[in-house]
């Protein structure tokens, strides 16, 4: 999908390079995932702090004129030769594996039981704190899209570890004036969500982007018109490889495509829960593994609901499909690392 979603009205050879370099990061990635995937369930207790700390350091460095590269009005990149990499990527593991080891470390010194933890103000915030800096680094960037999944799944973990609803209700309550006052600071924002309501109500003042994405789903049919043979890919379809390849697959292999890929995600996601529901008495694993598995479940229903205008456009990838090595890398990486984590220190005992 990434080679056939990456062809252009004037094809040359340059629409090998995407195949090649996405080929390339599949390699890597699957090396990582295995490597990840025998590592002992320990290990990443131990490295969640250090993990941590190189990915605030990477967030910092890529906002720096001469380390980071600015594409499009943003800083995001870290490039050197040929290599290159997004630290927002990592940042979508290493905030999971850092707020799981607190929040067990916290619940552990209190000496409460598995139902539930309680926390003191102060140590509330060691645990807002990592999700605040690492999100408020990304938005600097600025990557709105990306700065809201970090907070979104920061908030999950600390509720799966059993952080009590009231907290999440006080923060919700936060929330809502401050996305009121960026979106009045920031009018560009407040085009999308008025451009997103505009698909239910004015179509003619539907964004441009929405509008082709939408095209390209509908022209597809229930078969599609055939791999490699749609049109809306060719100079139409903005981002056709990367944010919006979900509607490439609705063109070219209709109806059954999509509902296919879905299904596969759901497949994934089965298969993930029940690896780690045989996680016994490790409250950091279990945490860990679910939120790791559920978060990319998240973001690939996220890339789907903007490409069919059932949300306001964000720049979220499809992951393990869209085109972009740093996101294909990291995510192998994440699921060989919840392979390890549903093997738990008890089980290994045991065998």
């Known amino acids: 999908m990434v080679y056939s979603a990456s062809i252009t009205s004037w094809p040359t050879e340059f629409e090998r390079i995407y195949l090649s370099r996405q080929l390339e990061a599949l390699a890597v990635g699957s090396v990582l995932a295995a490597a990840c995937a025998c590592a002992p369930p320990r290990l990443w207790r131990r490295a969640a702090p250090w993990l941590m700390t190189l990915t605030i350091v990477l967030l910092a460095a890529v906002l720096l004129p001469k380390i980071g590269t600015r594409v499009n009005g943003a800083r995001r990149w870290l490039r050197y030769g040929g290599f290159q990499f997004q630290p927002s990527e990592l940042a979508k593991i290493a905030l999971v594996l850092f707020v799981s080891r607190q929040a067990e470390f916290l619940g552990t010194t209190n000496g409460l039981a598995s139902n539930g933890i309680r926390f003191a103000w102060k140590k509330l915030a060691a ?4 999700i605040a800096l690492a999100a408020g680094l990304v938005l600097i960037e600025p990557d709105l899209g990306t700065a809201v999944f970090l907070t979104l799944i920061g908030a999950m ?6 952080l009590p609803t009231r907290y999440f209700l006080m923060a919700a309550g936060a929330a809502l004036p401050a996305a009121g006052l960026m979106a009045l600071l920031r009018p560009y924002q407040m085009r999308r969500v008025t451009g997103f309501l505009a698909v239910w109500s004015d179509w003619s003042q539907v964004p441009y982007q929405l509008d082709q994405s939408l095209v390209s789903m509908g022209s597809g049919g229930l078969l599609g018109v055939g791999l490699g043979k749609g049109w809306q890919k060719l100079s139409f ?3 056709a490889n990367t944010d919006f390849v979900f509607s490439v ?8 495509g999509t509902m296919g890929l879905l299904l596969l995600f759901a497949a994934l996601f089965w298969a993930g829960l029940r690896a780690i529901s045989e996680i016994r ?5 279990s945490t860990a593994a679910f939120v790791l598995l559920t978060q990319l479940m998240v973001q690939a229903l996220a890339n789907m609901a903007v490409v069919t205008a ?3 456009p964000k720049g979220i990838p ?3 499909v869209s085109y972009g090595g740093s996101a294909l890398v990291m995510s192998l990486g994440c699921l060989g690392i919840v392979c390890s984590l549903s093997r738990s220190e008890n ?3 045991e065998a």
Do not use: M
């Open 237 to 239: 379809l903005p981002e």
């Open 310 to 312: 059932l949300i306001p």
């Open 281 to 285: 008495n490790d409250r950091f694993a």
């Open 157 to 162: 973990t600390l509720f799966v570890a059993g």
């Open 347 to 349: 089980q290994l005992l």
């Open 127 to 130: 645990l807002v704190a990592p």
């Open 249 to 256: 697959v609705g063109e070219e292999l209709g109806l059954v």
């Open 318 to 320: 499809l992951p393990l």
